[in-house]
T-cell receptor
């Protein structure tokens, strides 16, 4: 158990819908990262927050957004869902802003039908 | 961006055999991690090893940062070692994100 929690574990929804994925980092970790794992793109970085502020952005679609709350949990919002958004979404956390070990949560498996 | 190549892409071993997985990267890094993704999809941290050598039970890893590669050694493999092994790096001096290799899929048979 990494100490990072993600909910829900599975999510099945229809095209065009909007979903929210939730992540709670390990106790004491200030950085939260979101990654997407799809069959065709592999594991890709989406976005990072550090202590409530956005710090780095990767290949995140405009239909996706995220935020980190004062209690340091984070949410990833996916809207206008398409079939291609079906993937495993991971949250990771680390103590520092960069260069430190990242610990991954169990992931949320999203299926868009 | 930084390139991360893993080899071999696939590996089939008999239980008890040893193996070496390799990760090459194209630029200087300040973070390198090895993960095991089990059949249920969970990513398990194996090593945080931007340089040097570490050992944890039957697993050990070595990163030679100056030559831009890392090796993961699995000894006396067990069926529970099956899954996909990923190497991920964070490029030095850039935003803190991990760039993953495409993985080595390991199958350990009885």
């Amino acid at each position: 158990d990494s100490g990072v929690t993600q909910t829900p574990k599975h999510l099945i929804t229809a095209t065009g819908q909007r979903v929210t994925l939730r992540c709670s980092p390990r106790s004491g970790d200030l950085s939260v990262y979101w990654y997407q794992q799809s069959l065709d793109q592999g594991l890709q970085f989406l976005i990072q927050y550090y202590n409530g502020e956005e710090r780095a952005k990767g290949n995140i679609l405009e239909r996706f957004s995220a935020q980190q709350f004062p209690d340091l949990h984070s949410e990833l919002n996916l809207s206008s869902l398409e079939l291609g958004d079906s993937a495993l979404y991971f949250c990771a956390s680390s103590v520092q802003q960069g260069g430190g070990e990242q610990y991954f949560g169990p992931g949320t498996r999203l299926t868009v039908t | 961006g930084i390139q991360v190549e893993q080899s071999p892409p696939d590996l089939i071993l008999q239980e008890g055999a040893n193996s070496t997985l390799r990760c090459n990267f194209s630029d200087s890094v300040n973070n390198l991690q090895w993960f095991h993704q089990n059949p249920w999809g969970q990513l398990i941290n194996l090593f945080y090893i931007p340089s040097g050598t570490k050992q944890n039970g039957r697993l050990s890893a070595t990163t030679v940062a100056t030559e831009r590669y890392s090796l993961l050694y699995i000894s006396s493999s067990q069926t529970t070692d099956s899954g996909v092994y990923f190497c991920a790096v964070e490029r030095f001096g850039t935003a803190s994100k991990l760039t993953f290799g495409t993985g080595t899929r390991l199958q350990v048979t009885l």
